[in-house]
């Protein structure tokens, strides 16, 4: 996500009220991605030494429509009416483009942003940028040392067969893909230099998408004024459900 989250989260999730509610997903797909269908999610963010953080999220699919020359580009939108164009191709679901309220157009990602490779095969590797959300001064360091203040994530795909129990129910034969990098902190007044290691795991279920999500910013130095933390979010509300 993240990536497609998002980056503030390669899956950014969505408010929406749209209607649909009869929509139903492809039993088979690891990302529905058929207009009208609805997740609900809980958040929760633990960052040290502070109280966590718990929010709900939504995210609906709007519709699918030709756009930047792809005949089938499904929208998804979130609760400020931000936009996420995906595509579904031949070698897996990219995301295209965002558009946020501000704009008038989309900005287009270049290049798309993988979200999952098909066919999505245990050991299938990839890169993809990924924004690291619980550094509370990351995003100002990152931002001098790392385009469009991003860090790169390896993913690899690590289970084809994991049970995920979340409250919207119990998933089987789920994907547990797997994104890590150890992310180098230089050094400051009063500190030496520390690396950071960063890990996310999404679990994708048939017929569901994305189930759940975890992602761990672990600050290996005690002595910095930078925190780390832990996100977790899981889905109470399934598609189709």
Same mark, same amino acid.
């Given at each position: ?89 031949? !070698? ?38 990924? *924004?690291?959300?619980?550094? !509370? ?7 001098? *040392? ?14 084809? !067969? ?6 919207? +129910? ?45 992602? !761990? ?11 780390? +933390? ?9 598609? +189709? *459900?």
């Amino acid at each position: 996500m993240y990536r497609f989250l998002m980056p503030g989260l390669p899956l950014a999730l969505a408010l929406a009220a749209l209607g649909g509610c009869d929509a139903q997903p492809d039993a088979q797909s690891l990302y529905p991605l058929e207009p009208g269908l609805r997740w609900q999610y809980s958040v929760e963010t633990r960052r040290k030494g502070s109280e966590p953080v718990r929010s709900t999220r939504i995210m609906e699919n709007v519709e699918r429509s030709y756009f930047a020359g792809e005949d089938d580009v499904a929208i998804r939108r979130n609760e400020n009416g931000a936009r996420y164009y995906v595509a579904q191709r031949d !070698d897996g679901y990219y995301r295209v483009a965002m558009k946020s309220v501000a704009r008038h157009t989309p900005i287009m990602d270049q290049p798309p942003t993988k979200i999952l490779p098909l066919p999505a095969e245990v050991g299938a590797t990839w890169r993809e940028p990924a *924004h690291a959300y619980l550094l !509370d001064r990351a995003t100002t360091f990152i931002s001098e *040392h790392a385009p469009e203040n991003t860090i790169t994530l390896e993913y690899r795909i690590e289970s084809d !067969d994991v049970t995920v129990i979340v409250p919207a +129910g119990r998933f089987d034969d789920c994907l547990l893909v797997v994104g890590a990098v150890t992310f180098h902190l230089g050094s400051g007044v009063g500190f030496a230099p520390s690396d950071v290691p960063i890990e996310q795991r999404e679990w994708y279920c048939p017929g569901v998408g994305l189930a759940r999500l975890e992602r !761990d910013e672990r600050l290996t130095s005690e002595k910095r004024f930078i925190t780390g +933390g832990h996100i977790t979010m899981k889905l109470t509300r399934a598609p +189709g *459900h």
